[in-house]
């Protein structure tokens, strides 16, 4: 069975046992779920369960990646990221659109394993 890089949209039991999968294997917490507000994304990605930080370059790049999607939510007419954090192990990121939200996920999930 593959390891499944984030989850999105689930029952909260879904989320349990992701979060615990993510402990075990020592990966990365990655949730997406559907925000009403706006129709777009809220991701968050908790790093406590594994032995990963993100560094301050990590969160340059991250950053980097929120303007490239603020971009294309200005040219497709969407409201733009309404928020976001970054610390060293735990991120949220408010509006991330439909289209991105797997290659956002992914890349999270990959910047996390390229140690």
């Known amino acids: 069975m593959t390891f499944q890089k984030y ?3 689930s ?3 879904e989320y349990d046992k992701h ?5 075990q294997q020592n990966k990365p917490f990655i949730k ?3 925000n009403p507000q706006h129709g777009n994304y809220f991701v ?3 790093l406590m369960p594994c ?3 993100l560094s301050k370059n990590n969160e340059k790049e991250i950053k ?3 303007n490239v999607e603020n971009n294309f939510l200005k ?3 969407e409201p733009e990221i309404q928020g976001f954090s970054i610390t060293s192990e735990l991120a949220w990121f408010d509006g991330v659109s439909t289209k991105h939200l797997d290659s956002f996920c992914n890349y999270l999930y990959d910047l996390t394993q390229n140690t």
Do not use: H, P, V
Not at 19 to 23: A, E, K, S, T, V
């Open 75 to 77: 040219l497709n007419s």
């Open 11 to 13: 029952k909260m039991f």
């Open 7 to 9: 989850i999105g949209d």
């Open 51 to 53: 032995d990963y930080k």
């Open 19 to 23: 979060y615990r999968n993510c402990q």
């Open 64 to 66: 980097e990646k929120i």
């Open 32 to 34: 997406a779920k559907i």
């Open 44 to 46: 968050q990605i908790d």
